[in-house]
């Protein structure tokens, strides 16, 4: 034994100027690649089985784990590195096996998200959900750090293949969704771990007749079971694609996937789909067979049968959004923004619109109304009228030179999601004072942009899109904002139209006579009085039209400063419409616990602020328990004068790196257009060129770490600054340009500042390797524990301060970690 010990102190003292086999530095880029695209698959798979906000639980999860494994690889450093390949090849193994494991497990819990602000017993099944999620990551991140452990003269080159891996699965999983079903996708990521121990296996000479070969191959069959065994999504019961196959009658039809969502079709014979949100009861004529199509589960839109007469369609004009219509004079030329199913269009055909531009996203919807159901939907998208566009409706109105009479924006979210607060997390580009700017700016004199919401009580985004409309128009220099709004309610939906002109009296009068035909209600318009409005659908109180009243006057910032929910105007720089929290409503909420009141809180955000505290309180038990235990190990290396510059180094470095990145995600959203490309394109670049950054910082010396790192900080500072005041003009002239051009164009604009974002953490893991080697597994898991906190507190910072602060504060702890970094104790 002593032999042994002796022995495996050599090969330690040996790996200290060794340098890690290149099979070796393939097989973490792979465990790398295969985690991230895990995390993304995992965003995906729950926003199919619960809701899209879980993202930022997956997000969290994934660094968490990597926290773990430093507190873990911390207290078993010895042990663990005097049997390096059997450990790291395990682990592999282990992320194959536990990936898909994992996930089919934690679909077994029994979680219901929409009791989570009031069942204490969801709150148990959410902490459940984390523990059986996160062994894929710890194993993953295993891998990772003993490999930094075990080659620490060459650190640099670690993490150059880290990130290098994770930025090429931040790509790939974007191709595999679009090849293979988000489940099938994830069977391949455990695929990719058995590679990456296969590769390591064979790097580091192991012989097949050790332990570990049986272990891999009864893994390996393991996995194989679970692959051949037919395992299956199962959405929970409350969404609306569940709610629907439980009809009588009711099968799903056809089922697409992509990065942009898992899309089925619905037909119910025996209890028709009568989706015609806003329809008023007045209609004498019914809803047409329809097929409906959801979204991840929800968001339904509908295809609706057409026998290509125009007297079928006369009921799409008993809904709100129907009104400009009879608004404007001449046979208009309408832009259709959001299409899916068609039924705007239609509505657009049935009202004599003498060209129609139809804007989708999914281009999977497109094909659905155009080529598989086409003949079922009257070949709507194959109208002469009709040019359909698969775009991001923003970016798609910025590249375009042409001008409408109505620009019409759809409903686009089902009403069980928007009620559910589903969407409350997301950035909304759609929505805020410069989008409504742009749309108004492709208006011919006197056209109208139409927006419908769904009627909440009480009343929220509809009152924040009619102050965001409000606040373009005075920031475009409206002489008389108050001249150009028209807002109506029905009992489901409501629409308010903004004019590219002022009202006229007959347009007052075609306005009232639509509704008084429809039992709709007026909310808004030049010169209402009190007495006009709340008269069909009544509610306790005209909140509407008080709400308008109030946005319109002197007291706009008293009334929204005073409102119980956050009707802010968005903007770029708060992109979050959907966003309503109020911290006064917590506590209100919780008072009325009993009678309904935590029905006022959108779920997605008190999610987040819990798991923020499960993610603080997890990370400083995982930081500070290994510290506990190198404080009272004579060997540890660990002094006072060393522990508050270590970990506040990595602290901030962690912090910096996620706020840094996922301001520039956002910023290069709204560039690139298609949301999820732009992600992974965005993180994709910052990886793959961080990485670079990591390899340049190999070559520098321990020495001369410190002095790197003050000039890498400074660089980023630097770079960030110029990039906050230059982009938003690079942008302004250059968002109409073909979209390869923009991403190189992004790519270009990442390349620095990554490569320079990729140096820190390398540079300062250098230096502990040759003062204090033993702290290296404790700085990984800060800086783990740091990016778990971030990812979580930098959407949270986003929310209230913006995009600009957020930035602000990154760049203070780059400045911070530059001055008084662990080079500096």
Not at 280 to 292: H, I, K, R, T, Y
Not at 638 to 657: C, E, H
Request: proline share 5%; charged share 15%; hydrophobic share 50%.
């Amino acid at each position: 034994m002593a032999d042994s010990a002796i022995e495996s102190r050599r090969d330690e003292e040996r790996a200290r100027h060794e340098a890690p086999p290149r099979l070796l530095l393939l097989s973490v880029s792979l465990i790398s690649a295969a985690a991230l695209v895990y995390e993304i698959l995992l965003m995906r798979l729950f926003s199919v089985i619960q809701w899209h906000h879980f993202a930022y639980m997956m997000i969290s999860l994934a660094l968490l784990g990597y926290g773990a494994s430093g507190t873990f690889l911390t207290l078993a450093r010895e042990y663990l590195l005097s049997r390096f390949g059997a450990a790291f090849v395990l682990n592999a193994a282990l992320f194959g096996l536990s990936a898909t494991l994992c996930f089919l497990a934690a679909q077994q819990v029994p979680f219901n998200a929409l009791e989570v602000l009031w069942s204490h017993r969801e709150w148990g099944h959410l902490v459940l959900i984390y523990l059986i999620l996160a062994p894929p990551f710890f194993f993953a991140a295993n891998c990772i750090g003993l490999t930094f452990q075990r080659y620490k003269a060459t650190i640099g080159r670690t993490y150059a293949a880290d990130l290098t891996g994770a930025g090429t699965g931040a790509l790939a999983v974007v191709l595999m969704l679009f090849l293979v079903f988000p489940l099938n996708a994830l069977i391949l990521a455990s695929g990719v771990g058995f590679v990456a121990a296969s590769l390591a296996w064979i790097s580091l000479g192991m012989r097949p007749r050790e332990l570990i070969a049986t272990l891999v191959a009864v893994i390996a069959a393991l996995w194989l079971l679970v692959h051949w065994s037919g395992a299956e999504l199962r959405p929970v019961e409350y969404k609306s694609l569940s709610q629907a196959l439980r009809v009588s009658g009711a099968e799903r039809i056809e089922e697409r996937s992509s990065p942009l969502g898992l899309l089925s079709v619905v037909r119910s014979p025996e209890v028709p789909f009568r989706h015609a949100p806003g329809l008023s009861l007045n209609s004498p004529v019914p809803v047409p067979e329809q097929l409906a199509v959801f979204t991840d589960g929800e968001g339904m839109s509908a295809i609706n049968r057409w026998d290509g007469s125009r007297g079928s369609l006369a009921f799409l004009d008993y809904v709100p959004s129907a009104l400009p219509y009879h608004l404007l004079a001449r046979k208009p030329e309408v832009l259709v923004l959001g299409a899916g199913g068609g039924s705007e269009v239609l509505q657009a055909i049935y009202h004599d619109a003498e060209r129609i531009d139809a804007v989708e996203l999914n281009p999977q919807m497109i094909d659905l109304v155009s080529r598989d159901f086409a003949d079922f939907a009257g070949q709507v998208y194959g109208q002469p009228s009709v040019r359909v566009h698969a775009a991001e409706a923003r970016s798609f109105v910025a590249a375009s030179a042409e001008h409408y009479d109505l620009i019409q924006i759809a409903l686009l979210d089902a009403f069980n999601t928007s009620s559910a607060g589903s969407y409350a997390l997301n950035e909304s580009y759609l929505y805020t004072v410069k989008a409504l700017q742009a749309y108004l700016a492709h208006l011919r004199s006197g056209g109208f942009l139409a927006i419908t919401r769904w009627v909440r009580l009480p009343p929220r985004d509809e009152i924040k899109l009619f102050a965001t409309a409000a606040d373009a128009l005075a920031r475009a220099g409206a002489s008389a904002p108050e001249r150009r709004l028209i807002w109506i309610r029905g009992w489901q939906t409501s629409t308010l139209l903004i004019k590219n002109g002022e009202i006229s009296d007959p347009e007052i009068a075609a306005l009232r006579q639509f509704c008084d035909e429809r039992s709709f209600d007026l909310a808004y318009y030049p010169g209402i009085e009190a007495q006009q409005a709340n008269l069909h659908n009544r509610l306790k109180e005209p909140y509407f039209f008080e709400a308008a009243t109030a946005l319109l006057s002197p007291e706009r910032e008293s009334f929204t400063e005073r409102y119980k929910f956050d009707v802010r105007p968005a903007t770029d720089d708060r992109p979050y419409f959907f966003h309503f929290f109020k911290w006064p409503l917590l506590a209100e909420a919780f008072k009325l616990k009993g009678s309904g009141g935590l029905s006022l809180l959108d779920m997605g955000y008190p999610i987040l602020l819990a798991t923020l505290l499960q993610s603080v309180i997890i990370s400083t038990l995982l930081i500070l328990a290994p510290l506990g235990v190198l404080m009272h190990r004579s060997d540890g290396g660990l002094k006072n004068s060393r522990r508050s510059p270590v970990f506040g180094y990595f602290f901030a470095i962690g912090l910096a790196f996620m706020f840094t990145e996922i301001v520039y995600i956002q910023k290069f959203i709204l560039y690139l257009g298609h949301p999820l490309y732009a992600v992974a394109m965005v993180l994709a670049g910052f990886l793959i060129f961080a990485g670079l950054g990591s390899r340049y910082a190999a070559r520098i010396t321990p020495q001369q770490a410190g002095m790197h790192i003050s000039r890498a900080t400074k660089a980023i500072i630097a770079v960030s600054a110029v990039y906050f005041l230059t982009l938003p003009s690079l942008f302004d002239v250059s968002i109409a340009l073909p979209a390869p051009i923009k991403v190189t164009v992004v790519l270009a604009l990442i390349a620095p500042l990554a490569f320079f974002m990729g140096m820190p953490f390398p540079l300062g893991l250098s230096g502990l390797a040759a003062e204090a080697e033993r702290l290296i597994p404790w700085a990984f898991g800060i800086n783990g524990c740091a990016s778990v906190i971030a990812a979580i507190l930098a959407t949270v910072l986003a929310i209230h301060v913006g995009q600009f602060w957020l930035l602000v504060a990154a760049l203070s702890l780059y400045g911070l970690a530059g001055f008084a970094g662990p080079h500096r104790g």
